[in-house]
């Protein structure tokens, strides 16, 4: 019996792998996923599996672990990768690791927020030209973001919150849906409870903060995109697949909306045809919770969801039931 880790994390969370009292078994290329033919070797007998975004686990992957499986410590907030039913039909935990990355990844999202209303990348690639330039009052001229533009936020949980906290302090007016946005503490932020039609006609920048889910599957389409205001900008830091990516092109490709900002795509690591010559994107390799001790966190606590299913107790942050 051993704990599995499909990827070597930050020193501090893989030492703590290491510590576990059992023997780590760990995919030895730090950069990439193990192949899945090595996966399933790799994770028979174990009795716990640290898994990341990357790794599929499905009923075929629990079997090859076999019945000595006890928890699945998925390494990251999203836990669309793993079957929550085959897990829980063969008494497996299955644990996430929410909360540690709220602060990184609304940071990312703001970022992107910036980046695509002021042109900054396409800006950057300007000056990096060389071509010989003079300011211009018309030169790369772009959304205010400060002082009343409208943020929508689609999904108001932990990092949505931690957008709206942001989007506040920049004098955004905010709206947003889901649970939370009649709360006390979106009350605190100004934000307004809305629908998503409404939130998608008023707002300048939409961002996106609801997990992937079956009803979340490809929520903006090429009608929610159309319903946008035609300056409007599109950030996504959630998942790829809650876009119809290639409605998300055309829309970009044609003036539907103004401009997009993209950490997760629909078949990560492939992006659509045509998304990768638009100049109106900002396009990043999925590094939303990319900080050094966000991700120090992440893997402490994924780690602390094994050591504690080890031991008997209850984990400490077990998926939430939907
Ligand atoms: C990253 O995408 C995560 O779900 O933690
Ligand atoms: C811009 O650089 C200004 O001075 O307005």
Partial sequence: SHVYLSRQLTPPATAAARDLGLPLVMHDDPDTPPSRERLLRDVAGAAALITLLTDRVDAELLDAAGPGLRIVANCAVGFDNVDLAAASARGV??????????????????????????????????????????????????????????????????????????????????????????????????VAAADLPRLLAESDVVSLHCPLTPDTHHLIGAAELAAMKPTAILVNTARGPVVDEAALVTALETGVIAAAGLDVYEDEPRLHPGLRALDNTVLLPHIGSAGRATRDAMGLLAVDNVRAVLAGEPPRTPVPRR
């Avoid at 071509?131 to 949505?160: K, N």
């Avoid at 889901?178 to 503490?185: F, K, Q």
């Fill in 93 to 190: 935990v299955v644990t996430n690791t929410p909360g540690v990355l709220d602060e990184a990844t609304a940071d990312l999202a703001f970022a992107l927020v910036l980046a695509t209303a002021r042109r900054l990348v396409e800006a950057d690639r300007f000056v990096r030209g060389g071509r010989e330039w003079i300011w211009g009052p018309q030169s790369f001229v772009g959304l205010d973001v400060s002082g009343g533009a409208t943020l929508g936020i689609v999904g108001l949980g932990r990092i949505g919150m931690a957008v709206a906290r942001r989007a506040a302090a920049f004098g955004m007016r905010i709206l947003a849906t889901g649970s939370r946005a009649t709360g006390e503490e979106a009350r605190r932020y100004g």
